[in-house]
């Protein structure tokens, strides 16, 4: 274990035992709740915690080299970091003595956490959107946009229709977010990721409709590892510019979902200059 620095992480106020680690596609980060003193009181505390990095490891596929980082604030907020709690199985500990931050890119990369580890983790929720489609509009396309015009769905037109979901938090770069099926507007099911790693962007795609679930939903459902409903979405829509580096997405009109001939579409109801 390294002493490390405060330069870098995201742990809780409450705790002074924080840890992170580091993998190909991302960070992990422990806040563990007891008091530490100095670097060996670190290396104590990381030790009786050895079943959990054990388990850690065993997941993420490699031997991770955990970093003691001090005493920082927890990143629940952040964009790019989805958190839970973790006790053993059947311990009666409360409130929760873990408390795990992992980047979104590492959690999708990884499938579903296994047997009595998978149930020591109680996964925070957080406001979610889908964005049920990313497609490329032309300038003149988007010169266009007026209240009373509508933007068509493509990908309503075929079957299986699907969306992305994802943190409403998160930059909404194309192709970011775990896929679900939409039977209709109302209907969104969750399925489960077939290939593992980093998000593949969608190919020319510079604007996406999206609307947001109508509760708040489960980081674990936003890994992709849930196959079944996910809940009711809308009923309002908008369309946004998608994020790019040092862009982040902008509003451009909101609405409502119509049904347009075999699809659906976005009705504009307000514009934003």
């Known amino acids: 274990m390294d002493i490390g620095t405060e330069a870098t992480l995201a742990c809780d106020a409450t705790a002074t035992a924080c840890f992170e680690a580091t993998t190909d596609t991302g960070l992990l980060r422990l806040s563990i709740r007891t008091q530490v003193r100095h670097a060996a009181d670190a290396a104590i505390v990381l030790a009786e915690c050895d079943p959990l990095l054990g388990a850690l490891d065993h997941w993420c596929g490699a031997t991770l080299d955990w970093r003691w980082v001090g005493s920082l604030p927890l990143r629940r907020a952040a964009a790019d970091v989805a958190s839970a709690s973790w006790s053993p199985s059947g311990s009666s500990t409360a409130p929760p003595v873990v408390t795990i931050e992992i980047d979104w890119t590492l959690l999708r990369s990884r499938s579903a956490p296994p047997g009595e580890f998978a149930d020591g983790f109680r996964w ?3 406001p979610a959107v889908v964005a049920i489609s990313q497609q490329a509009l032309g300038a003149d396309e988007l010169a266009s946009l007026e209240p009373g ?3 068509l769905l493509p990908e309503s037109l075929s079957e ?3 969306g992305l979901m994802r943190a409403a938090i998160e930059p909404a770069y194309p192709g970011v977010g775990v896929p679900v099926e939409l039977f209709s507007p109302n209907a969104v099911r969750g399925i489960v990721l077939e290939h593992r790693g980093p998000a593949a962007a969608a190919v020319g795609s510079t604007h996406e409709v999206r609307v947001p679930m109508a509760g708040v939903v489960g ?4 890994a992709g590892w849930f196959d079944g409903e996910i809940g009711p979405i809308g009923p309002s829509a908008a369309l946004w510019s998608c994020a790019a580096p040092g862009t982040p997405a902008r509003c ?3 609405g409502e979902l119509l049904p347009w001939g ?3 579409a976005l009705a504009i109801r307000t514009t934003n200059p």
């Open 124 to 126: 925070s929720c957080t």
């Open 219 to 222: 980081c674990d459902r936003l």
């Open 149 to 151: 015009g509508a933007v």
């Open 262 to 264: 075999d699809g659906w």
């Open 160 to 162: 299986p229709w699907r």
């Open 252 to 254: 451009l009109a909101q």
